[in-house]
């Protein structure tokens, strides 16, 4: 079923995390990934939303967690780059693909590091195999980005810290050739400098 206000209607179940609308809707045949002019499904509407309920049963009910809005945005990648910790355990737990990109062409990991989202930084580094030596279109990594748009504050200096213990490639450069060492110095990260040489970085 297709019809553009059934789906509108079976978003705003989503939304509103009004789980029986939603089962009333699958019930009467409403595709689970049906879509909006955004590219929007229910359970990334429910995701935006807050409604971690809703999620879990269309994750249940067999929603597809990958599907991505035309801003790119899935749950994982949405509850990465806002911090919402719950959400991406859930993702992981569904089985999210860790290799679809954001519109910058990250991995989830790459914005959490840039925004200093501790806590999803280290559930990723720990409980998944997602690449923490990506490159995104502009040719950072996750530490590159950290250093780059980070504060250089203690929640920076502890992602980092996280990213090498997790195999993060120190010596990587960026796409003018420049090491995460220069670029510390650069914006006069003494304590993440610090961090780079002891990890060997030059």
């Given amino acids: 079923m297709t019809d553009k206000s059934v789906v509108q209607a079976f978003l705003e179940a989503a939304a509103e995390g009004n789980i029986e609308a939603l089962k009333k809707h699958l019930e009467q045949g409403v595709d689970i990934n049906a879509r909006n002019r955004q590219k929007r499904t229910a359970i990334l509407t429910a995701a935006m939303n807050d409604k971690l309920e809703a999620v879990s049963f269309l994750v249940e009910a067999g ?8 801003t790119c945005f899935n ?17 992981i737990k569904a089985g999210t693909n860790l290799e679809l990109l954001t519109r910058f062409g990250g991995v989830g990991i790459t914005p959490a590091s840039e925004k ?3 806590d999803i930084v280290r559930e990723l580094v ?16 996750p530490l590159i980005e950290a250093i780059i748009l980070g504060d250089g504050g203690e929640k920076q200096q502890t992602i ?11 010596h990587m450069v960026d796409k003018y050739g420049v090491t995460p060492l220069e670029l510390a110095r650069r914006k006069g990260y ?13």
Avoid: S, Y
């Fill in 75 to 91: 749950p994982f990648l949405f509850g990465c780059i806002n911090g919402k910790l719950e959400l991406v355990k859930m993702m």
């Fill in 190 to 202: 003494t304590e993440i400098e610090n961090i780079l040489l002891e990890a060997g970085a030059k």
């Fill in 116 to 118: 200093g989202h501790v």
């Fill in 126 to 141: 720990t409980t998944t195999d997602i690449n923490v030596n990506h490159t995104n279109f502009v040719g950072w990594t």
């Fill in 160 to 170: 980092i810290r996280l990213l090498i213990e997790h195999g993060c490639n120190v």
């Fill in 63 to 70: 929603a597809d967690v990958d599907l991505q809005d035309e």
